[in-house]
């Protein structure tokens, strides 16, 4: 089974930028759609970003991060990222990499991103 290990998260003021790391376990990186959630206490977890597999040719965004977000692969690194620019309080969650499946398993911890002045 695949597992993820999330980083990079942290404490940033409004406008501010962070770059989140997931590096997953397995040999098989390359064949996986892969995905950035993000859950806040109480809520569901959402969607907030997704690549494709191979080269990463299709990124979609969830519309409350588009332009600010940017999701990339580094698939000799089994590695996905985040690069999240002009931050806002609403950003503040635990963020998550995960495959993009409909009903995706084995969640890592997690990375906390804290937006506050």
């Known amino acids: 089974q695949v597992q993820f290990v999330e980083s990079g998260g942290g404490l940033v003021q409004p406008g501010g930028s962070l770059r989140l790391s997931c590096v997953a376990s397995g040999n098989i990186f390359n064949n996986y759609h892969m995905a950035w959630y993000r859950q806040a206490p109480g809520k569901q977890r959402e969607l907030v970003a997704r690549?494709?597999?191979?080269?990463?040719?299709?990124?979609t965004y969830a519309d409350s991060v588009k332009d600010r977000f940017t999701i990339s692969r580094d698939n000799a690194k089994n590695t996905v990222y985040q690069q999240m620019n002009r931050l806002k309080p609403e950003d503040t969650d635990v963020y998550y990499c995960?495959?993009?499946?409909?009903?995706?398993?084995?969640w890592g911890q997690g990375t906390q991103v804290t937006v506050s002045s």
């Open positions: 690549i494709s597999s191979g080269s990463g040719g299709t990124t």
């Open positions: 995960n495959r993009y499946l409909t009903i995706p398993r084995n």
